[in-house]
């Protein structure tokens, strides 16, 4: 089955790099609208082949759509990165206008593409692209709380002095730095609660360095990250062509579930062949629905300054 990634920058090349390195789509499309751009690092890409043992076969275009004809899934990643110091909201002037154009293009030779939006501000994006789209609403998907999540585990591994593999953890709601929700109260080491090996003061560090997870490595590279960024999008491509029904947790548009309605947020979910399979509702405590409210209030907020 055919991919397509939008964007050849340091998200999308990873994401095709780690989709090749996987081997289990047919081939890969990759467009940018830097002249050469794509091409260049699909040529880069195919030289490492031979070298690690995949198929797939991966090409570039700068911008002629018509190669991206009858693709499963497509990833958005163009637009513009954050600066240190930037909040992704702050992208949204720029990228509105690509992702709205992206999308337009994609649909009209992949028809019953999946789409998943990766570019930021990702919620609003994501609901940008259910407004113009015309797709059905499994079919468009936000990256964020798979990177996230993975952040979390990262932290609370750090915290646990454990390896990453014995613990388990999930993000959701926005995908920002205030908005993010880290769930310590269903987070695991081995299956038992985390609030057991940690104490308070070490639970609301985790939590604070998981949210601010994206502006550390901001400030670190001067851009956005794009490791985890194109790992986090390629295990969901992949649950979409295998069709693992895997549980992710994603950007999606909400009627009524965890009493949203008409916004983009991180919910978990399942993955599969159709896109999104079924929204999971998980039981969340008092503090946790407000936060989840608070942060559908700020993700509206932006929201508010689409222009479709
Ligand atoms: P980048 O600057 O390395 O790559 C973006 C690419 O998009 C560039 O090569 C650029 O030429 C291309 N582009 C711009 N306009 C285009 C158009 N109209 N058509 C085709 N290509 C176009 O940026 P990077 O680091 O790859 O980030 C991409 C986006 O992903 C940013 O908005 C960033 O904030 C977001 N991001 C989102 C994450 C998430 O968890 N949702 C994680 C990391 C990044």
Not at 16 to 34: G, N, P, R, S, T
Not at 58 to 87: E, Q
């Amino acid at each position: 089955m055919k991919v397509t990634v939008v964007g050849a920058g340091a998200v999308g090349a990873s994401c095709a790099e780690y989709i090749a390195m996987k081997d289990f789509a047919a081939e890969v499309v990759l467009v940018d609208i830097k002249e050469g751009f794509a091409e260049g690092k699909a040529m880069d890409l195919m030289q490492t082949a031979s070298l690690n043992g995949f198929d797939t076969k991966i090409t570039g275009t700068t911008g002629d759509y018509s190669k991206t004809a009858g693709s499963k899934v497509a990833v958005i990643t163009s637009g513009i990165p954050r600066k240190p110091g930037m909040t992704r909201e702050e992208l949204i002037g720029i990228n509105a206008g690509i992702v709205k154009d992206v999308t337009a293009n994609l649909v009209k030779h992949s028809p019953n593409v999946i789409i998943i939006v990766v570019s930021n501000p990702m919620d609003t994006m994501a609901y940008l692209v259910h407004k113009t789209s015309g797709l059905p609403k499994n079919q468009i998907i936000g990256m964020g709380g798979a990177l996230d999540s993975a952040r979390f585990k990262y932290r609370l591994a750090e915290a646990l002095e454990c390896p990453i593999s014995d613990v388990d953890g999930m993000v959701i709601a926005a995908h920002s730095d205030t908005g993010m929700l880290p769930l310590m109260s269903k987070a695991t080491r081995n299956g038992v609660p985390v609030t057991e090996f940690l104490s308070a003061e070490k639970q609301a560090f985790v939590e604070e360095e998981t949210k601010v997870g994206g502006a550390t490595l901001t400030k670190l590279l001067g851009t956005s990250a794009w490791y985890a960024p194109g790992a986090a999008v390629s295990v969901m491509v992949q649950a979409i062509l295998c069709d693992h029904k895997k549980m992710i947790p994603c950007s999606l548009m909400l009627d009524g579930e965890y009493g949203e309605s008409d916004i983009c947020l991180g919910v978990p979910a399942i993955i599969g062949a159709n896109g999104v399979e079924k929204i999971v509702e998980i039981s969340l405590t008092d503090s946790e629905k407000e936060k989840f409210a608070t942060a559908a209030k700020a993700v509206r907020e932006v929201n508010g300054d689409l222009k479709f």
